[in-house]
């Protein structure tokens, strides 16, 4: 079977050893995924709603790129820097992306990330129809 990598064009993913998306055949499994622009920059700073819809943005591109889209995804994961302050907003974005799409999901507490100004990260599987 096929294996398909995706990338976003970010230098960290030579160098750290992975891909924005890999396809095996009709499954899609995308990285975990925060709120970084075009220029590597964090897509806004202590709003974890703003960083939740970048996140989801640009997991649907990745989606895209693959050969998929949102109505594709089965499953999501999200992982909140303090979810009792920030678990509202982080889940008010993925229900206004994915109200009517309603793949499992789940939302874990994490202590940190990779930058301490980010907030949020996502991750998805899709399964396409073809």
Avoid: N
């Amino acid at each position: 079977m096929e294996r398909r990598l995706v990338t976003s064009g970010s230098p960290w993913e030579p160098e750290v050893g992975y891909s924005r998306a890999v396809r095996v055949g009709r499954h899609i499994f995308v990285a975990g995924t925060t709120a970084l622009d075009e220029a590597g920059r964090l897509v806004g700073p202590g709003d974890a709603y703003a960083q939740a819809r970048q996140a989801l943005k640009l997991i649907e591109q990745a989606l895209c790129t693959a050969g998929a889209k949102l109505e594709d995804v089965v499953r999501t994961r999200m992982y909140v820097v303090d979810i009792d302050e920030h678990g509202t907003a982080v889940g008010r974005a993925h229900g206004e992306v994915f109200r009517d799409i309603r793949p499992a999901a789940t939302m874990v507490e994490v202590s940190r990330l990779i930058d301490p100004q980010m907030l949020v990260e996502i991750e998805a599987e899709a399964f396409c129809h073809a």
